[in-house]
């Protein structure tokens, strides 16, 4: 398939470990964000989303945090798997459900 | 299936060509929305519509684009007299307007190179 980003920044795992991905965003008034995932040759696929009343919100294997002071979102994935390889988007949910999405971080699982 | 649909999945064209793409939405959503991503970036939000109005358009959005969902349902995309600068990923999306899950569901997206 074809490489949905080359030249992102990377996270290399290895199977097994926890993974971290970090995302800034700039707009205070924001408050529902929305991380994706999207696999080579996809589109984005839903993982878990936050709002800005909620610090922490977890789903199956995976963790979004929230820090409103400091204007910071991660994703926490435990026990990182070989499909858990892609591209990792945050995105802010606005007006009209209108999504500005971060810059994205390549996930890469090491067997 | 009963995901968002795109169509077609690739396309290759000639500067200065015009082509058109089709999205049919998950049937119960009545938000539709178009994106554009190019390699190494997060799509950036084109256009949206609810039901049959186009609410909101980006600048990104030039004159030589025109979208259109002339009965809430599917819609299409067409670019005129293409670009090189217009290849990229073509992403389409659907979500409620309210309730309890508004995110959006991606297709797959339409990839456009204009050689």
């Known amino acids: 398939g074809e490489s949905v980003g080359l030249h992102l920044p990377t996270l290399s795992v290895q199977e097994g470990d926890n993974s971290i991905i970090n995302c800034a965003y700039s707009?205070?008034?924001?408050?529902?964000f929305i991380w994706y995932k999207q696999e080579s040759g996809k589109g984005p696929q839903f993982i878990i989303d936050?709002?800005?009343?909620?610090d922490k919100r977890q789903g199956q294997r995976v963790t979004v945090l929230l820090n409103k002071t400091v204007k910071h979102l991660s994703l926490q994935i435990a026990a990182t798997q070989p499909g858990d390889s892609a591209v990792y988007f945050c995105a802010e949910n606005g007006a009209g459900n209108m999504l500005t999405f971060g810059g994205g971080t390549r996930l890469m699982v090491k067997p | 299936d009963t995901g968002v649909s795109q169509d077609p999945r690739h396309k290759i064209t000639k500067r200065g060509q015009n082509v058109t793409f089709r999205c049919d939405p998950i049937?119960?959503?009545?938000?539709l929305y178009w994106y554009r991503q190019t390699l190494g970036q997060g799509p950036e939000f084109l256009t949206y519509?609810?039901?049959?109005?186009?609410?909101?358009k980006s600048r990104l959005l030039s004159d030589r684009f025109s979208a259109e969902r002339p009965k809430g349902s599917f819609s299409t995309l067409e670019i005129q007299r293409t670009e090189q600068g217009d290849s990229a990923m073509y992403l389409c999306?659907?979500?409620?307007?309210?309730?309890?899950?508004?995110?959006?569901?991606f297709g797959q997206g339409t990839r456009l190179t204009v050689v």
């Open positions: 519509f609810q039901n049959e109005a186009q609410l909101e």
């Open positions: 936050i709002r800005s009343n909620m």
């Open positions: 999306a659907s979500s409620l307007a309210s309730g309890a899950n508004t995110e959006a569901f």
């Open positions: 707009n205070s008034a924001s408050d529902y």
């Open positions: 049937s119960e959503h009545n938000r």
